[in-house]
């Protein structure tokens, strides 16, 4: 009887294990192998209209006239990356240089409202990548901002050869605001890349995958989450804990600003206050826009959104 017992009890031990790793491996290309990753840019050129209305007119205008210009580097694992840039509305006096980061199968087109603030009323020059698998850049899967980081410091980079300025913010919206926070803890950063604006980015990738998982698919993290971990660091060289911003923050001296708006349920406003709270060095700031479901913040309140940055790159220029 008792081995009997044992038996069927290692029988469901191993049943267990298999669902957890074929269910693990679906989740891990569910996450990070979507259909589309920023390459429906008829779609999302129209979305960003329907938000914006006249940005792809402008965006389009200054493109046509030579004014933002394509740019193509070679990204981590060698794949290569695409980006535009273009010089402040006024070159002469420039405030600096912005780099804005777009989110989760999004691409250069969804921010173009960031562009314009910071190109057209704070009067910075911009570099908007397209990250890694997304929009016109090469890849192999979503990397959420781990290794993302990487090819961000690269565009970084290439803006100062072209601007040689010494205040750059990096800027960055949903998985865009995960990168900027992962990459704000890195400590080889150039000394021109001096400030870092989150916006409703998540506090670890396995945070924002246990989310996604109970509230699209009514399931616990174990055991799903993390075969699906192990099966990325298999594949592509990260696990979902690694990709932190929290840890990432712990280490950043540079000063943030964390925006979020208290209706995100998509990246719950409960992120925010854990990002803000690890980052125990330096200067810092939150402001949690009332109203707000996720990326929506600067839709809904665009002048106290742009006065708020403002205010800040003022405040970081100082420290």
């Not at 605001?177 to 890349?193: E, K």
């Amino acid at each position: 009887m008792m081995k009997r017992i044992l038996y069927l009890a290692s029988m469901a031990v191993v049943a267990m294990t298999m669902t957890g790793c074929l269910a693990g491996r679906y989740m891990c290309n569910y996450a990070l192998l979507p259909e589309e990753h920023g390459n429906d840019f008829e779609g999302d050129r129209a979305k960003t209209e329907s938000r914006y209305p006249g940005i792809i007119k402008w965006y389009d205008t200054l493109h046509d006239n030579g004014v933002f210009r394509d740019t193509t580097l070679v990204g981590e694992g060698g794949y290569k990356l695409h980006g535009v840039y273009a010089p402040a509305s006024k070159p002469a006096t420039a405030q600096g240089t912005a780099v804005v980061v777009h989110g989760y199968t999004d691409n250069h087109i969804c921010f173009l409202n960031l562009v314009r603030m910071y190109r057209d009323d704070l009067n910075y020059n911009v570099m908007v990548p397209d990250l890694h698998y997304h929009g016109l850049s090469e890849g192999k899967a979503v990397q959420m901002g781990w290794f993302d980081r990487f090819d961000v410091k690269k565009f970084a980079e290439m803006a100062h050869d072209i601007w040689h300025d010494d205040f750059m913010v990096v800027h960055g919206v949903s998985m865009g605001g995960a990168t900027t926070m992962m990459l704000s803890g890195d400590d080889d950063l150039p000394p021109y890349i001096r400030a870092f604006v989150d916006d409703c980015g998540y506090s670890s990738v396995w945070d924002q995958f246990a989310h996604n998982l109970k509230d699209t698919f009514h399931l616990p993290p174990f055991p799903v989450l993390n075969s699906a971990s192990i099966v990325c660091k298999h594949r592509y060289g990260w696990g979902f804990k690694e990709a932190s911003s929290v840890d990432q923050l712990a280490k950043c001296e540079k000063p943030v600003l964390f925006i979020h708006g208290d209706k995100d349920d998509f990246v719950p406003t409960e992120h925010v206050y854990k990002n803000y709270e690890a980052k125990t060095k330096g200067y810092k700031e939150l402001w949690i826009a009332p109203g707000s479901e996720h990326a929506m913040a600067f839709k809904d309140h665009p002048a106290e959104y742009t006065a708020h940055v403002k205010a800040f790159l003022e405040k970081a220029k100082t420290l």
